[in-house]
C-alpha cells in the first residue's frame, strides 16, 4: 500500500516562496499519479496540481496556474511543489494524495484520490 509523507510547510511573509515535498513509499511513482490537494479554514479540499504517472503531464488548478510547479524526482521516489509569490489565501492545509488509475486533469475531485498523507500547514501573514 502506497503511503505518503509532506514536509516543508511553514509560516510565511506575502510574496514568498516555498517548496513542499511528498515522500512517496510503499509504490513507485511511475505507478500512481500524484496530487497537491488544500484545504482552507472553512472551505473544501481544492486540487490545486497534479502529475501524471505515465508520462509526467502537469494539471493546475487556474488558482495557481503560473505560480505553482509540480515535479517529480524518481530516483529519491519524490513529489514536490514550487510555490512562489505566495498570498495570504495561500493558506491551507496542503496534502498530496496518490491513486494508481486516475488521470490528471481539471475534472479531478479529492475523492478521486484513494491514499493521503497527514498534510503539512502552509500560512501566509505578514
Known amino acids: 500500500q502506497v503511503q505518503l509523507a509532506e514536509s516543508g510547510g511553514g509560516l510565511v511573509q506575502p510574496g514568498d516562496s516555498l517548496k513542499l515535498s511528498c515522500a512517496v513509499s510503499?509504490?513507485?511513482?511511475?505507478?500512481?499519479?500524484i496530487g497537491w490537494i488544500r484545504q482552507a479554514p472553512g472551505k473544501e479540499r481544492e486540487v490545486v496540481s497534479c502529475?501524471?504517472?505515465?508520462?509526467?503531464?502537469?494539471y493546475y488548478a487556474d488558482s495557481v496556474k503560473g505560480r505553482f510547479a509540480i515535479s517529480r524526482d524518481s530516483v529519491k521516489n519524490m513529489v514536490h511543489l514550487e510555490i512562489h509569490g505566495l498570498k495570504p489565501e495561500d493558506t491551507a492545509k496542503y496534502y498530496c494524495?496518490?491513486?494508481?488509475?486516475?488521470?490528471?486533469?481539471?475534472?479531478?475531485?479529492?475523492?478521486?484520490?484513494?491514499?493521503w498523507g497527514q498534510g503539512t500547514q502552509v500560512t501566509v501573514s505578514s
Open positions: 502529475i501524471n504517472r505515465s508520462d509526467g503531464s502537469t
Open positions: 510503499g509504490s513507485r511513482l511511475a505507478y500512481h499519479a
Open positions: 494524495a496518490a491513486d494508481p488509475d486516475l488521470y490528471c486533469d481539471k475534472a479531478n475531485q479529492p475523492s478521486d484520490f484513494t491514499s
